[in-house]
């Protein structure tokens, strides 16, 4: 496996189900983010991790729980959904070296979608 | 306060034609910038960066794209449209300590 990976790819839950997306880093990389995409919005950072510390929470909703056991890995855990937050989650990652960021890599996305 | 526009929320070209999409940004310090293309269903590929010295820089797949710091620009442009190229288009702008901000997109549909 090269890049970043994501899985599931395509997920479809209810709105009292527990999931967990996960995101694979094959790069080396210290950094890792989870991005929401919904149609029409610009990409909303979610959780970034910087060394597999939490360094950014934007205000996310606390049914969504992010985990980074270490610097290959993060997770992303749903539970209690609400249907707008069907959308494309995105995973990336980058080197970076003191407070320098360098560019994202991304990952496929998993699509999801909450009934 | 920093932010990116993409003015344009979709573009029609024909292929072999030329293509330039525009992309503002709002920053106080000297910004990273960056383009990334995202194909349907897909995550979304780095195009071409800008960090520092020549203002024009090469990307991949033929693509190129100039900053201008007295426009706060940094439009992306390519000689010739292929029609692989259609995609969803991405500016985003990066700063210290890991924050990246993305603009809405530009949709490309190209015309045989």
């Known amino acids: 496996e090269t890049g970043v990976t994501q899985t599931p790819r395509h997920l479809v839950m209810g709105m009292t189900n527990k999931k967990s997306l996960k995101c694979e880093q094959h790069?080396?990389?210290?950094?890792m983010y989870w991005y929401k995409q919904s149609a029409k919005k610009p990409l909303e950072l979610m959780f970034v991790?910087?060394?597999?510390?939490?360094?950014e929470n934007n205000s996310v909703p606390s049914r969504f729980s992010p985990e980074c056991p270490n610097s290959s890995h993060l997770f992303l855990h749903l539970h209690t959904l609400q249907p707008e937050d069907s959308a494309l989650y995105l995973c990336?990652?980058?080197?970076?070296?003191?407070?320098?960021?360098?560019?994202?890599?991304f990952g496929p996305g998993t699509r999801l979608t909450v009934t | 306060a920093q932010s990116v526009t993409q003015p344009d929320i979709h573009i029609t070209v024909s292929e072999g034609a030329s293509l330039e999409l525009r992309c503002n940004y709002s920053y106080g310090a000297t910004p990273y910038l960056f383009w990334y293309v995202q194909s349907p269903g897909q995550g979304l590929q780095l195009l071409l960066k800008?960090?520092?010295?020549?203002?024009l820089v090469q990307g991949i797949k033929g693509f190129e794209a100039e900053f201008k710091r007295s426009q706060s620009s940094f439009n992306l442009r390519k000689p010739s449209v292929h029609w692989s190229d259609a995609a969803e288009y991405f500016c985003a702008v990066g700063k210290t300590g890991n924050q990246f901000y993305f603009g809405t997109g530009t949709s490309l549909t190209v015309i045989p």
């Open positions: 990336a990652s980058s080197q970076a070296v003191g407070t320098l960021t360098y560019e994202q890599y």
């Open positions: 790069l080396g990389h210290n950094a």
């Open positions: 800008y960090f520092s010295g020549d203002t």
């Open positions: 991790y910087s060394l597999e510390e939490r360094v």
